[in-house]
C-alpha cells in the first residue's frame, strides 16, 4: 500500500510524515458503514438534517484559524481567498440546512383521482422523491473547502437523505483529515452513526475506481477534469448496476465582446478581464479561456489594452507541479496547433506568467486542439470576420459552462441569433460581467452540455443540487397513514 504526502505549494516540499493510502478493506468498510446509516437518514426529518447541517457549519468557523493555514500551506491560494472560500462552505452548509428544514426534499405532486374511464379518468397519484443512496463524492482540487469534504455535492447530498463517502483530493490530503475530524466531531456530538460521512484517500486513480465500482454506491459526484471524470462515468455506466454520475468537468468559457461594449468601456472591460484570468492562477472551470472578438477598430484597440492590463499581473503558484507541468504542455499544443502567442508572461517554480495567444475564426473552427482547455492564467483570442461566424465558434465549442456576451443590448435579429446560439452550448449565459465567480442561490445552474459536465440537466451549485440525490416515485392509491407522512420515507 503506497503512502500519500502532504506538499508545500510554494516550494513543492513533502510536509509531516506520509499519509496512508486506504486500502480495498478500508474502502469497502467506509461504504458499507454508509449503507447501514443511510436507511435511517432516508427517514431522517427536514430538521435533523438540517441540524447537522448547521453544526459542520458551525465546527468549520470554529477551527477557521488552523484550517485556513494548513490550507494555504497546502495550495497557496492565500489567505483572504481561503476565508472567502470557507465563508462560502459554511453558506453553502446553511443554505441547504433551511431548505431541508422547510421540507424541499419530500414536496409531493398531488394528482387526486379523476372519475371516469381512461385515458382522462385516473385513480389518486402522488408523486414523491426517495433518496437515491450512498453518494461517491470525489473532492477537487483549485477549492479545498466548497468542493471537497464538506462541500455543495456533500451538503447537497446530506439534505436530500443520502449519506456520503468522500474520495479526498490529493492535492490537500492533510486539510482534508482535519475537515473530516470535524465531521466526525460532529457526528459524534449528535448521536449520529459515524458511517454517515466517511472518507477514503489516495494519490493514484486505484482508490476512486474502487469507490465507484462498489455495488453499494448509488452515485457518483465529481468536479474535475474531463479526462478523469469521464474515466470515472465509464466505470459507473460499466458497473452491473449503472449508477448515475454527476461529472463537473472542463470548461474553455467563451466570452464574446461585440464592438459596441469595447468601444464604450475598452479599458475598463480590458482590465476586468485581465483580473478574472488570473484570478486564482486561473484555476478556475469558469475561467475565460476563449475570447471571441470580431475584426475591427474597437478589437485592434482593445487586444492591446488587454495585453496590458496582463502584463501588470502576476499569479501565485498553481496547486500542484503536475498542473504547472499540464499548463505549459496545454500552452505548447496552443501554438503548435496555429496560436501564435501574443503575451508571454514569465513566472517562477510553480508561479507562471500570464499568457494571451491569438487565432483566426476558421482555424479554431477546423482544429481540435484549439478547444482544449488549458487549465490556469491563460486565454486564447478568436478573431472572427462577422457575427455569423462569432455563432460558428460558439457551436463548435460543443459544450460550456458559461457564455458571456458583452453587448447584446438592443432586440436586433443578429443578438437573438447570438444569445441562442449561447443558450445551446451553455449552462448559464452572462450579459455583464466575467463568469468567474458562481453564486449558490435559488436560479443557479452550475453544468452544461459535455465535456462541460456528464449530466447537463442537473447543477453542481445552487439549491438545485439536491435534486441529483433523489429519485421520483408515483404513489398510486396509497393508504391515508402513507400519504400523512407528506413525503417523508417510511
Known sequence: MSNLFSFNARTG???????????????????????HAFGDWARSSGTQRATLLRHLADGLEADRESLVALADLETALGPVRLNGELDRTTFQLRRFADIAQRGEPFAVLDDPAVAGAPPAGHPAMQLHRMPLGPVAMFAASNFPFAFSVLGGDTASALAAGCPVVVKAHPGHPA??????????????????????????????????VQLIRHPLIAAGAFTGSTRGGAALQAEANTRARPIPFYGELGSINPLVALPSALAARGAELASTLAASITLGCGQFCTNPGLLVLLDGRETEAFVPQLADALGTLQPHPMLTAGMRTAFDAGLKALVGAGATPLVQGQGAGLAPGPQLLQVSAQRFIDTHALREEVFGPASLIVRCAHLTQVQDVLTSVGGSLTVTIWGADEDTAEH????????????????????????VTAAQHHGGPWPASTAPMTTSVGDAALYRFLRPVCLQDAPAWLLERSGQPC
Open 13 to 35: 516540499e513533502h510536509v509531516g510524515e506520509p499519509l496512508a493510502t486506504s486500502s480495498a478493506t478500508q474502502i469497502d468498510a467506509a461504504v458499507v458503514a454508509t449503507h
Open 175 to 208: 486539510l482534508s483529515r482535519q475537515v473530516f475530524a470535524i465531521a466526525e466531531r460532529s457526528l459524534q456530538a449528535l448521536g449520529l452513526p459515524a458511517g454517515l460521512i466517511g472518507m477514503v484517500q489516495g494519490a493514484g486513480i486505484d482508490v476512486g
Open 416 to 439: 437573438r441569433a447570438l444569445v441562442r446560439a449561447a443558450m445551446q452550448i451553455a449552462g448559464r449565459v452572462l450579459f455583464a460581467g466575467v463568469p468567474t465567480g458562481v453564486a
